[in-house]
């Protein structure tokens, strides 16, 4: 779960060009959106498309995302459970 | 009929025009046949949140946009005209590849919503939160000649009495290989200082960012004003004197009334004839300049051009390094810029001291 976690942080600071950011700046409870790192819209957009590309998860129902892009532990603990890849 | 005037300017280039106090005295040179432009400081004007998402073409026209807002004390304009030749080229490589690297899967939002070519003219509205006029212009290396007479007649009409008018372009990387292969770009590397002397095919590509507000209103600190913009889209080189001459005569002026001529030689050896034409020709008693060695080639290398007469006439005075013949003038009234690409797209503007 760890090296996942790890994984989502790089894979979130590439994807989404946060820069002068490095994963160590991002604690696995952090809020994503809002008053934590302050994504928006079009990010939530990005990290659905990872979902689908690296992890073989297809959302469905956009309403979904607001629980599972809530901080690094719920979108590891997402993946982990509904992964198909 | 109101007069126009250029009120301020703003320049990201290959040289380092983001410094306001350096109107040429620095020069960057190189050996190459792309160069890139010198990136100011972006964190300075863009917030961090808005800059992660935009390639270097947005940064450069809004910086340069916000540089000639802030040497015209505007902190709004009535409309937003945007010139580029080739658009937001990093985004949109970067969504082709997706498609075709990802098969038509995966496709992410962001460079397909910033890869659209009034995606600049956009960010700066947004930037402003300006909601008046916006327009995009796209024609080859007459995109930000299109901008000048779009602005020049709304201005002329009173139908605005500021407008941000600029020419933006950046580059992208496969463009670049694309250039190369179809012989656009040359093959040898070039000291800036012999373009004009490499008779070889081809250019230094480069891209930039030159933007400015033009108002019907002139202030002590403006820098010149916009007599008359025509553009071309063909004309045979064997026209291209009688028509110069006849651009000029529209505005009651001669050659001899000519101060100084600014010409976009660029180094290919295919086309540069355009403009000798003229140097050897009518214009061969008139004091002579280029820019293309300091600029580099892009379709809206003209607004660099621009923004180099809109300086001299201020300035009255012309710096050594864009000097193309040993004719000197006391003072510079007029000046008249022609500009040509691949023997396409040409334009005439003249400026005037005001």
């Not at chain 2, 891209?207 to 008359?228: D, L, T």
Request: proline share 3%.
């Amino acid at each position: 779960m760890d090296a996942l976690k790890q994984e989502l942080k790089e894979n979130i600071i590439e994807q989404l060009n946060l820069e002068d950011m490095t994963p160590a700046d991002i604690a696995d409870d952090d809020m994503l959106f809002g008053d934590g790192l302050g994504l928006d819209s079009i990010d939530a957009l990005e990290l659905i498309v990872m979902l689908d590309k690296n992890y073989g998860i297809k959302l469905t129902d956009p309403k979904e995302g607001r629980t599972i892009f809530e901080s690094i532990n719920t979108m590891a603990a997402y993946i982990t459970e509904h992964r198909s890849k | 009929m109101k007069s126009v005037y250029i009120n301020s300017v703003g320049s990201i280039s290959v040289q380092k025009t983001y410094e306001s106090n350096n109107f040429l005295e620095e020069i960057v040179e190189y050996n190459d046949t792309v160069i890139p432009a010198q990136d100011p400081n972006y964190k300075d004007y863009i917030p961090p949140a808005a800059a992660r998402r935009m390639a270097k073409g947005i940064k450069m026209g809004i910086v340069a946009s916000k540089m000639a807002l802030q040497d015209a004390s505007l902190e709004q304009v009535d409309a937003i005209i945007t010139g580029t030749g080739m658009g937001c080229l990093r985004d949109s490589e970067k969504f082709l590849s997706n498609i075709l690297d990802n098969d038509e899967q995966y496709l992410t939002p962001t460079p397909f919503i910033q890869s659209t070519h009034n995606t600049v003219g956009g960010q700066i509205a947004l930037e402003l939160q300006c909601k008046g006029y916006n327009f995009t212009y796209v024609h080859g290396s007459n995109s930000f000649e299109s901008c000048l007479i779009d602005a020049k007649l709304q201005l002329e009409q009173n139908e605005a009495q500021n407008i941000l008018v600029g020419g933006v372009d950046e580059i992208g990387e496969h463009t670049v290989k694309l250039l190369k292969l179809v012989g656009q770009i040359k093959t040898e590397p070039v000291n800036s200082s012999e373009l004009l002397l490499s008779n070889t095919k081809g250019v230094v590509f480069s891209e930039g960012a030159n933007f400015f507000v033009f108002s019907n209103q002139q202030q002590a600190s403006s820098y010149a004003e916009i007599v008359g913009v025509d553009i071309f889209n063909t004309l045979p080189i064997e026209s291209v004197s009688n028509t110069a001459e006849s651009f000029l005569k529209d505005h009651n002026l001669s050659v001899n009334d000519v101060d100084l001529v600014i010409l976009g030689n660029n180094g290919d050896v295919r086309f540069d004839d355009f403009y000798n034409t003229l140097t050897s020709g009518i214009f061969k008693e008139t004091q002579q300049a280029y820019y293309k060695h300091l600029s580099g080639e892009f379709h809206t290398a003209s607004s660099f051009g621009f923004w180099l007469a809109a300086n001299i006439l201020k300035a009255q005075s012309l710096p050594k390094v864009v000097k193309l013949n040993d004719k000197n003038t006391s003072q510079f009234k007029n000046i008249l810029l022609y500009n040509q690409f691949c023997g396409e797209n040409h334009s005439f503007t003249l400026l005037r001291k005001c």
